[in-house]
């Protein structure tokens, strides 16, 4: 039921994070219940999770499992548990990925498909399982997938990463038709450079010269956290109930130049 006095608000919403040990994924998890959810805490470091979990300013309201997302047999018993306990849902948030910069003529078969698992196979299968019945809210939902600006800006390097991240996008906007008539909407987040542990490893931020020329590309400066876990607010939430098979792209200008 639409929320009239704050559309924006997800109270008495379940959604689910993956990824949420750190990062992004930790941030929108914290966003998600400071609006009212009920979150389903995702990823693979059970330490990192916790942590999370020990932001959040009711620890007993929401559910934490530790797993690799890619281990598929065991994703539909972690739903199966997490619906007993708070019912059906009605987001995800599909924010588990990993990124590199790796020349094209030092790919392998091997990296290609470590790749794949991660960033499209394993946010599919999770997106793909959610969506049967018996676990989906009977009213509609939302799914998410974050996707990056990589997706649809070239970069020296970063082909394999892209690849993965422009799937994510045509994927979504399939779906996004074959769900409509069920009121499930099928959205992707493209961020620019957001300041997360993830991109503080990168090449880029190894010396301040690159560093720099990073930061010129964003107009408005690199990225936090809460730039995209609010963009996730709203696509989860009532307020966006008339979009679906779009691309947000919150990038501080990257993709303007």
Known sequence: ?????DPFSLEG????VSGASSGIGRQCAWSCEAKGATVILLGRDRNRLDQTLKGMSNITKHLVY???????????????????????IDGVINSAGISTTLPFKLVKDGNLERFFQVNVYAAINLSRLV??????SETGGSII?????????????????CMTKGA????????????ASRKIRFNCISPGVVATPMSQKSVYSRDDVSYKKIVELHPLGIGQT???????IYLLSDAS??????????DGGYLAH
């Open 131 to 136: 969506l049967k019945t018996c676990y989906m």
């Open 168 to 179: 994510l996008l045509s994927g979504s906007r399939s779906l996004a038709m074959e769900y």
């Open 66 to 88: 530790s797993l690799d997302l890619c281990d598929y047999s065991r994703v539909e018993d972690i739903l199966r548990d997490a619906v007993a306990k708070v019912g059906k």
């Open 13 to 16: 919403k379940n959604i689910i």
């Open 1 to 5: 039921m639409q929320n009239s006095s």
């Open 241 to 250: 109930k008339w979009v679906t098979g779009s691309n947000l792209v919150v």
């Open 226 to 232: 809460t730039d995209v876990a609010y963009a996730c």
């Open 145 to 161: 997938f974050i996707s990056s600006v990589m997706a649809e800006a070239g970069e020296v390097g970063k082909s394999v990463y």
